[in-house]
C-alpha cells in the first residue's frame, strides 16, 4: 500500500504580504480612531524604545482567575520627551481621490530644536496670517492635524540631533473649530505625553521591526524542515515544486527579506508614566541604550523594533471588552519594578 498524502495549512500569513523592508524608520499612522473624550487632544505621541525589565502589579482585570493578586508583567520602556508642535494642518475630503492638504501654518522652531536638520527650507513664516487663512477654510474641511518634532538630545540613549518629525491627528471631540482653537494655541509649544495619555490606559504601539536581512523559507515562514536523518542531495531547507506552468505561485513560500518591517501591536496598556529615570534603569543601564534621562512611559508587554528605535504610540482603534466596560480608567498598583542589572552579572 502506497503512502497517503499529507496535508498540511499553509504556512505564514498572506496579509503582511509582501515582506519588503519598511519605506521610513519613523512609521506613518495609516489609520486614527474617534475617540470621545469631551476635550480636544493629540491622538498619537512618538517616543523612543529604550529596552525590558520586569514589574509585579496587582491585577486589576475584571473576570480574570488572578484578579486582585499580584502577577509577574514583562514591560517595556518607551522615553518620551515632550514633543514640539511644529505646523497645523488642515484636512479636505473629496470622494475621488480621499483626504487632501487644504493648508498648513508653521510656527518659528527655537535653535536649539535644530529642525534645519531635518527641514531644509522653512521659507517665510507668518503663522497669524497663515492661521487666519485656514480658519476661513475650516468650514471645508473634515481633520485637523499637527506636525509635532521629537527633541533627541534630551534622550538617555541616542547621540543624534536631528529631530523626528509625525503627524498626528487632534481628535477627543466631533466639534472641527473646537479642534482648530487647540491645535493652533498648541502651536509653537511643548506637549508633554500627560497631556495626551494617563496611565493604565490602553494604546497602540507602530514601529518598524528588528531586521534580520536574507533569510531562507524555514526562517521566513516557518515552514517545516527535512528530516536531517534522510538523505539530502539538495538540502533539507527547500521547498518543492509548487508552480502551474507559469512560474510559482504568489502564495508559495519564498526566501527574502526578513524583520524590518512596518508592524502594529495592539492593546498595550500604560502602567507607569514618570520623569525620574533612575526609577526605571537599572544598575549598569540598559543594554545597548544607557540610563533614561527624560520622562519616560513604562507599557505591559513587548513591542516591536530594537532599543533606541521610534515608536508611536496612538490612541487604540480595537480596545479590549473589558477595558471598554470600565467605567473609570485607574492606575495600575505597582508592587516591585527590577533594577537589576540586565549585563548578566
Same mark, same amino acid.
Given at each position: 500500500?502506497?503512502?497517503?498524502?499529507?496535508? @498540511?495549512?499553509? =504556512?505564514?500569513?498572506?496579509?503582511?504580504?509582501?515582506?519588503?523592508?519598511?519605506?521610513?524608520?519613523?512609521?506613518? *499612522?495609516?489609520?486614527?480612531?474617534?475617540?470621545?473624550?469631551?476635550?480636544?487632544?493629540?491622538?498619537?505621541?512618538?517616543?523612543?524604545? *529604550?529596552?525590558?525589565?520586569?514589574?509585579?502589579?496587582? #491585577?486589576?482585570?475584571?473576570?480574570?482567575?488572578?484578579?486582585?493578586?499580584? !502577577?509577574? %508583567?514583562?514591560?517595556?520602556?518607551?522615553?518620551? $520627551?515632550?514633543?514640539?508642535?511644529? @505646523?497645523?494642518?488642515?484636512?479636505?475630503?473629496? $470622494?475621488?481621490?480621499?483626504?487632501?492638504?487644504?493648508?498648513? @501654518?508653521?510656527?518659528?522652531?527655537?535653535?536649539?530644536?535644530?529642525?534645519?536638520?531635518?527641514?531644509?527650507?522653512?521659507?517665510?513664516? #507668518?503663522?497669524?496670517? +497663515?492661521?487666519?487663512?485656514?480658519?476661513?477654510?475650516?468650514?471645508?474641511?473634515? /481633520?485637523?492635524?499637527?506636525?509635532?518634532?521629537?527633541?533627541?538630545?534630551?534622550?538617555?540613549?541616542?547621540?543624534?540631533?536631528?529631530?523626528?518629525?509625525?503627524?498626528? +491627528?487632534?481628535?477627543?471631540?466631533? #466639534?472641527?473649530?473646537?479642534?482648530?482653537?487647540?491645535?493652533?494655541?498648541?502651536?509653537?509649544?511643548? &506637549?508633554?505625553?500627560?497631556?495626551?495619555?494617563?496611565?493604565?490606559?490602553?494604546?497602540? %504601539? !507602530?514601529?518598524?521591526?528588528?531586521?534580520?536581512?536574507?533569510?531562507?523559507?524555514?526562517?521566513?515562514?516557518? &515552514?517545516? /524542515?527535512?528530516?536531517?536523518?534522510?538523505?539530502?542531495?539538495?538540502?533539507?531547507?527547500?521547498?518543492?515544486?509548487?508552480?502551474?506552468?507559469?512560474?510559482?505561485?504568489?502564495?508559495?513560500?519564498?526566501?527574502?527579506?526578513?524583520?524590518?518591517? =512596518?508592524?502594529?501591536?495592539?492593546?498595550?496598556?500604560?502602567?507607569?508614566? #514618570?520623569?525620574?529615570?533612575?526609577?526605571?534603569?537599572?544598575?549598569?543601564?540598559?543594554?545597548?541604550?544607557?540610563?533614561?534621562?527624560?520622562?519616560?512611559?513604562?507599557?505591559?508587554?513587548? !513591542?516591536?523594533?530594537?532599543?533606541?528605535?521610534?515608536?508611536?504610540?496612538?490612541?487604540?482603534?480595537?480596545?479590549?471588552?473589558?477595558?471598554? @466596560?470600565?467605567?473609570?480608567?485607574?492606575?495600575?498598583?505597582?508592587?516591585? *519594578?527590577?533594577?537589576?542589572?540586565?549585563?548578566?552579572?
Amino acid at each position: 500500500m502506497g503512502a497517503r498524502k499529507k496535508h @498540511a495549512p499553509r =504556512r505564514g500569513s498572506m496579509g503582511f504580504s509582501p515582506r519588503k523592508r519598511a519605506s521610513r524608520l519613523v512609521p506613518r *499612522v495609516k489609520s486614527w480612531p474617534d475617540v470621545d473624550l469631551g476635550r480636544p487632544t493629540l491622538l498619537g505621541f512618538l517616543g523612543y524604545k *529604550v529596552g525590558m525589565t520586569h514589574a509585579y502589579i496587582v #491585577d486589576d482585570r475584571p473576570g480574570r482567575p488572578t484578579h486582585g493578586k499580584e !502577577i509577574f %508583567v514583562p514591560v517595556t520602556v518607551v522615553e518620551t $520627551p515632550p514633543l514640539f508642535v511644529l @505646523a497645523v494642518r488642515l484636512y479636505g475630503y473629496d $470622494p475621488n481621490r480621499g483626504l487632501y492638504s487644504m493648508g498648513e @501654518a508653521w510656527a518659528y522652531p527655537p535653535p536649539e530644536l535644530e529642525i534645519w536638520r531635518k527641514v531644509k527650507t522653512l521659507g517665510s513664516l #507668518d503663522p497669524d496670517k +497663515k492661521l487666519k487663512e485656514l480658519e476661513e477654510m475650516l468650514p471645508l474641511a473634515r /481633520e485637523v492635524r499637527v506636525l509635532a518634532a521629537t527633541q533627541p538630545k534630551l534622550v538617555g540613549g541616542l547621540s543624534k540631533k536631528k529631530p523626528d518629525i509625525i503627524e498626528v +491627528k487632534v481628535g477627543g471631540t466631533s #466639534d472641527l473649530g473646537e479642534l482648530f482653537d487647540y491645535a493652533s494655541k498648541r502651536l509653537g509649544e511643548l &506637549v508633554k505625553i500627560q497631556e495626551v495619555f494617563a496611565e493604565g490606559q490602553m494604546v497602540d %504601539v !507602530i514601529a518598524v521591526t528588528k531586521g534580520k536581512g536574507f533569510q531562507g523559507v524555514v526562517k521566513r515562514w516557518g &515552514v517545516k /524542515e527535512l528530516p536531517r536523518w534522510h538523505k539530502h542531495r539538495k538540502g533539507s531547507r527547500r521547498i518543492g515544486a509548487r508552480s502551474h506552468g507559469k512560474g510559482v505561485w504568489s502564495e508559495t513560500p519564498q526566501a527574502g527579506q526578513t524583520g524590518f518591517h =512596518r508592524r502594529t501591536e495592539y492593546n498595550k496598556r500604560i502602567l507607569m508614566i #514618570d520623569e525620574d529615570g533612575y526609577k526605571i534603569t537599572p544598575a549598569g543601564g540598559f543594554l545597548h541604550y544607557g540610563v533614561v534621562r527624560s520622562t519616560y512611559t513604562v507599557l505591559a508587554g513587548s !513591542i516591536p523594533g530594537t532599543p533606541k528605535r521610534p515608536v508611536v504610540l496612538r490612541y487604540p482603534v480595537r480596545p479590549p471588552r473589558w477595558y471598554l @466596560a470600565l467605567e473609570e480608567v485607574k492606575k495600575p498598583q505597582i508592587t516591585f *519594578v527590577s533594577l537589576q542589572s540586565k549585563q548578566g552579572n
